[in-house]
């Protein structure tokens, strides 16, 4: 039998873009605090995650720089669309993420943002290292190949 999917569970925005500008090493999910119209406005996808950015500061891990479109009905109890939102994890996730941007020189970069099967918002963060412009040339030759080799395979 078919599995169905869960309603609660969906994308919601991704950065598709991360991954070209950025060597990814590891990723990690963390909660995002929202108020209610943020939620609403995230249930619509009016939601825009390429621009925006992690930093860990005061002992807390903050969404930058995200979008969220507010909502015309929620009126005076509206949100403003690009403050900054506090990420939930762990201590030990905390302090690794810390450790990676302080001393090694590394960015904390959102890919994707999407509601998990309780229906609870979740964004899937990684530590990522930015690419040099060669590094970013030899990703799109060996995606070109990778494109071109199915193309054949495909007519053999």
Same mark, same amino acid.
């Given at each position: 039998?078919?599995?169905?999917?869960?309603?609660?569970?969906?994308?919601?925005?991704?950065?598709?873009?991360?991954?070209?500008?950025?060597?990814?090493?590891?990723?990690?999910?963390?909660?995002?605090?929202?108020?209610?119209?943020?939620?609403?406005?995230?249930?619509?996808?009016?939601?825009?995650?390429?621009?925006?950015?992690?930093?860990?500061?005061?002992?807390?891990?903050?969404?930058?720089?995200?979008?969220?479109?507010?909502?015309?009905?929620?009126?005076?109890?509206?949100?403003? !669309?690009?403050? $900054?939102? @506090? &990420? *939930?994890?762990?201590?030990?996730?905390?302090?690794? #993420?810390?450790?990676?941007?302080?001393? =090694?020189?590394?960015?904390?970069?959102?890919?994707?943002?999407?509601?998990? !099967?309780?229906? $609870?918002? @979740? &964004? *899937?963060?990684?530590?990522?290292?930015?690419?040099? #412009?060669?590094?970013?040339?030899?990703? =799109?030759?060996?995606?070109?190949?990778?494109?071109?080799?199915?193309?054949?395979?495909?007519?053999?």
């Amino acid at each position: 039998m078919r599995k169905r999917s869960d309603p609660n569970s969906r994308l919601i925005a991704e950065n598709r873009q991360a991954r070209y500008h950025y060597a990814v090493e590891q990723d990690l999910e963390a909660g995002v605090m929202l108020t209610g119209s943020e939620v609403k406005a995230l249930r619509t996808g009016q939601c825009n995650i390429t621009e925006a950015y992690a930093s860990v500061e005061g002992g807390e891990l903050w969404l930058i720089n995200a979008h969220i479109s507010a909502l015309k009905e929620a009126g005076v109890f509206g949100h403003e !669309e690009r403050r $900054r939102r @506090k &990420l *939930l994890v762990s201590r030990r996730e905390l302090s690794r #993420l810390w450790t990676a941007t302080g001393r =090694e020189g590394m960015t904390i970069v959102p890919l994707r943002l999407y509601f998990n !099967e309780k229906g $609870r918002v @979740k &964004l *899937l963060i990684a530590t990522a290292r930015g690419k040099k #412009l060669s590094d970013k040339r030899e990703t =799109e030759a060996r995606r070109d190949w990778d494109r071109e080799r199915a193309r054949l395979l495909k007519r053999a």
